[in-house]
């Protein structure tokens, strides 16, 4: 009986020690301490950058269309082929425009008959009418073969200022001509390379003087070209031109091209429904050639590096500032202000109260700070007003920063947050 006793409080003595020791070395009732990564906050230069994407094109280029319509007889390049001002191109059947020019030719020496015919006619009724008029004066005939005289000459006047006319036309007409045959012959306007060729030998093209005609090729200077991206309105206005940047081409992920804004679109382009529509603005940053000179030596001096179309992504350097006290991105994040009075209507008022905020680590706990920021790069964001050089602040996990940490939290700051497994 004292045995059955005696053993539940042995039992109990033994679970009332453990509880004892466990409180005093922390295993028991201690604070839960969450581990986390510092980094020093520090002075460096900073480069702002926006980052868009967009594509590759030649910052000149021209499209090449027919002002006549008809079959293509000849088609002198093809896609790729470079070019000189002047060269010929391609050749449209000119039948249809000889005949019609030797139909004006016809015209303008009918005209020119003409006019020597009314243009002898006025001569002989001016006469007609100068005797008459005399004779009329000198009452030799009556007022109506006068007034019938005059008739004539004025009507053979009339006649050759019509027939002068029609010459005028017949002239314009036969120079239309001329210029619509020379057309059916297409010269390149520029020195460049055919980047685009649209149309095939035999294929019927379309074109008038007052219409923009058949689309058939593309001329361009592949020596300079440009990135054309699209820049969000928030960020538009810290762009500005001879802005520099970095420019990655998918086809080259290795390398990054040196470039420079040179055009700022005025006007803006919208983009999606009008429920969730995006403002952007067009930029245009011009590839410079001296960043991609090995490129060429490595091929050949007739080789281009790029061509239209190819994605790139343009980071634009808007502003550096050197030596600004910085930390790394992750760690600000966004928090409550414990600095603004709290009111009955706190929470109507629960967004506007949120402000920038680092955890500063001291003596094994955490201080919410509220912070000023400034401008930031990929990796670091200055810090305007808030945290001193050499304060520790936390940098991972982001989760943490985000939504865990509490102020006064206390955490065991550790280099790796996860250990690497051992390879088997």
Same mark, same amino acid.
């Given at each position: ?94 039948? @249809?425009?000889?005949?019609?020019? /030797?139909?004006?030719? &016809?015209? =303008? *020496?009918? $005209?020119? #008959?003409? %006019?020597?015919? +009314? ?35 004025? @009507?053979?006047?009339?006649?050759? /200022?019509?027939?002068? &006319?029609? =010459? *005028?036309? $017949?002239? #314009?007409? %036969?120079?239309? +001509? ?247």
């Amino acid at each position: 009986m004292k045995k059955n006793i005696l053993y539940p409080l042995i039992a109990l003595a033994i679970i009332i020690i453990a509880l004892i020791a466990g409180k005093k070395l922390g295993w028991i009732g201690g604070e839960f301490q969450l581990k986390v990564m510092v980094e020093q906050a520090e002075p460096r230069t900073l480069t702002e950058l926006i980052t868009a994407n967009g594509k590759i094109k030649p910052e000149v280029e021209v499209k090449v269309s027919s002002d006549v319509s008809g079959e293509i007889l000849e088609l002198t390049v093809k896609e790729g082929d470079e070019v000189f001002n002047g060269q010929i191109l391609a050749k449209i059947q000119p039948d @249809i425009y000889q005949r019609h020019l /030797e139909k004006m030719q &016809a015209s =303008l *020496r009918s $005209a020119e #008959a003409n %006019l020597a015919q +009314a243009e002898a006619q006025l001569q002989q009724k001016e006469l007609s009418f100068n005797r008459n008029k005399t004779l009329w004066e000198q009452q030799t005939i009556s007022e109506s073969e006068y007034e019938l005289a005059l008739s004539d000459y004025n @009507i053979a006047k009339a006649s050759a /200022e019509a027939s002068k &006319a029609a =010459l *005028r036309n $017949a002239k #314009a007409s %036969l120079n239309e +001509a001329k210029d619509n045959l020379t057309k059916t012959t297409i010269y390149s306007p520029m020195d460049g390379t055919v980047s685009r060729l649209n149309v095939e030998k035999g294929e019927r093209v379309v074109g008038t003087a007052q219409f923009e005609g058949t689309d058939m090729m593309t001329i361009a200077n592949m020596n300079n070209m440009e990135v054309v991206v699209d820049v969000n309105e928030n960020d538009i206005i810290r762009v500005s031109s001879r802005d520099t940047a970095l420019i990655e081409v998918d086809a080259y992920l290795d390398r990054k091209f040196k470039g420079l804004v040179t055009e700022i679109a005025n006007s803006a382009k919208s983009e999606g429904t009008s429920a969730d529509q995006i403002t952007n603005f067009e930029v245009k940053v011009l590839i410079l050639p001296q960043s991609y000179r090995e490129l060429i030596q490595e091929k050949g001096e007739n080789f281009y590096p790029f061509r239209p179309g190819m994605s790139a992504t343009v980071d634009i350097q808007t502003n550096t500032r050197a030596d600004v006290l910085s930390v790394p991105i992750q760690s600000v994040t966004t928090r409550a202000d414990t600095t603004t009075i709290n009111t009955k209507d706190k929470d109507l008022n629960q967004e506007d109260d949120k402000t920038e905020v680092v955890f500063v680590v001291k003596e094994g706990r955490v201080e919410q700070r509220n912070v000023t920021p400034g401008i930031q790069d990929t990796r670091h964001i200055e810090i305007i007003e808030g945290l001193k050089e050499g304060e520790e602040v936390v940098t991972a996990p982001y989760s943490a920063i985000a939504n865990k940490l509490k102020h006064n939290d206390p955490v065991e700051v550790v280099e790796k947050l996860f250990e690497d497994k051992e390879k088997k």
